[in-house]
Nanobody, 124 residues
Framework: VQLQASGGGLVQAGGSLRPSCAAS????????VGWFRQAPGKGREFVAT????????YYLDSVRGRFTISRDIAKNMLYLQMNSLTPEDTAIYYC??????????????????WGQGTQVTVSS
């Protein structure tokens, strides 16, 4: 599967963005999926994940209640709705898919496919 992320941008603190990730090839129902981010000078950080069949989603503590991961099976799309953004959310956001996990994972090494990333910048 190939993943193409888009939908980042520049937003003021308190604003919202919804990055998206388009999958080509196999459908997202064949994979657990997740979003990660990487800020300048930092390692890749888990943000959110949901399992192959949907169900419970899991989030980084600092984004829980502000971010929502979702999939549109018909369109083969993955989304990350981000509300109440803060400058600390500034990063490149990556979507990822895993064939090895059923319920999703917070570990980058569990993912087999990655999108190219989309920049999210939150100004204060």
């Amino acid at each position: 599967v190939q993943l193409q992320a888009s939908g980042g941008g520049l937003v003021q603190a308190g604003g919202s963005l919804r990055p998206s990730c388009a999958a080509s090839g196999r459908t997202f129902t064949s994979y657990a999926v997740g979003w990660f981010r990487q800020a300048p000078g930092k390692g890749r950080e888990f943000v959110a994940t949901v399992g192959r069949t949907g169900g419970d989603a899991y989030y980084l503590d600092s984004v829980r209640g502000r971010f929502t991961i979702s999939r549109d099976i018909a369109k083969n799309m993955l989304y990350l709705q981000m509300n109440s953004l803060t400058p600390e959310d500034t990063a490149i956001y990556y979507c990822a898919a895993s064939v090895r996990t059923l319920y999703g994972s917070s570990l980058p090494n569990d993912y087999d496919y990655w999108g190219q990333g989309t920049q999210v910048t939150v100004s204060s």
